[in-house]
């Protein structure tokens, strides 16, 4: 896989700056994903960082203060983006970088754009204030805003088995998006947003929420460890992607994997933790976790 990347055809000047605007994007604003890409060629970095480019501004939207129908406005226009790209249209001269990026990102690799329709679709969700009562329910919802990302990481990536390998990128995707949930769940409670299933929260007690003074005998310790052996046992299986991987993909699917699953052994020890703020690493220990990756990648 690496052998084919090296011939590739070479980048055209427009593109050279899309895509550097594409890595400043990913370098200012993800804060566990570029530890990870950095450990790819640098066309497979390049790629991935369109890629994230795309995602952050689909993501924004959804997060941002504009009116629901503003907002449904803009997602629609991304689609349409996307369209221009399957059919062909975006020039070099393009004003948006991360369309020219991207464009040329699935002229080199194979990167199914229809697992960006279903980003939006679950930013959709976020839109509507979806809610879900039961976690298969929300089990959609993560495919749509994680397990589609592992499925357009694979599009660069390679894969020798693409078939189980997008099903074991869904599942990673899910343990990731899981602990995400119980990373955010006091900003996301503060948002006026409960991610976790109502038939969770009501097994533990904590249908009434759990910022301020907790209902008598709501057991959120309980329900944190819960949710977490859940995220251990997606992690576990999402994991067995990685001997389908060049050893370059796979450390950097390692590292981003390592990042989070070291914030989910952080809040299972210590699960009130996340009702004083978010848990988070501090940058050397992303780096240790990104080089034990890379590591591990020579090692097999």
């Not at 949930?181 to 969770?200: K, M, Q, S």
């Not at 301020?212 to 310790?221: L, S």
Request: charged share 30%; hydrophobic share 40%.
């Amino acid at each position: 896989m690496e052998v084919a990347s090296e011939l590739s055809l070479p980048v055209s000047p427009q593109a050279a700056a899309a895509y550097h605007y594409c890595e400043a994007v990913t370098g200012a604003q993800a804060r566990n994903f570029s530890y990870g890409i950095r450990l790819l060629p640098a066309d497979k970095r390049r790629a991935m960082s369109a890629v994230y480019a795309l995602a952050r501004r689909i993501d924004d939207i959804g997060d941002g203060e504009w009116s629901d129908e503003r907002k449904a406005e803009h997602l629609g226009l991304t689609r349409a983006l996307l369209d221009e790209i399957r059919e062909g249209r975006v020039e070099a001269e393009d004003v948006d970088p991360v369309k020219v990026a991207l464009a040329d990102a699935c002229s080199r690799f194979a990167i199914p754009l229809d697992a960006f329709d279903e980003l939006i679709d679950g930013v959709e969700m976020d839109v509507r204030g979806a809610e879900y009562q039961t976690f298969e329910q929300l089990r959609v919802y993560c495919r749509c805003v994680a397990g589609t990302i592992g499925r357009l990481s694979l599009g660069v990536f390679g894969c020798s088995d693409p078939k189980r390998g997008a099903e074991f990128a869904d599942t990673l995707g899910l343990g990731l998006q899981l602990t995400n949930i119980l990373r955010d769940v006091r900003e996301d409670a503060a948002n006026g947003r409960t991610y976790l299933p109502a038939e969770d929260l009501a097994r533990f007690g904590c249908e009434q929420g759990f910022l301020g003074r907790p209902a008598a005998g709501a057991d959120f310790t309980g329900l944190v460890l819960f949710e977490a052996r859940r995220a251990q046992e997606y992690f576990d299986e999402g994991l067995l992607l990685l001997p389908m991987l060049d050893r370059r993909s796979r450390a950097c699917v390692a590292a981003m994997a390592g990042i989070y699953h070291r914030l989910l052994e952080r809040i299972v020890r210590e699960p009130e933790a996340v009702l004083r703020g978010r848990v988070s690493l501090p940058g050397w220990e992303k780096a240790y976790v990104a080089l034990s990756g890379l590591a591990g990648g020579r090692r097999s």
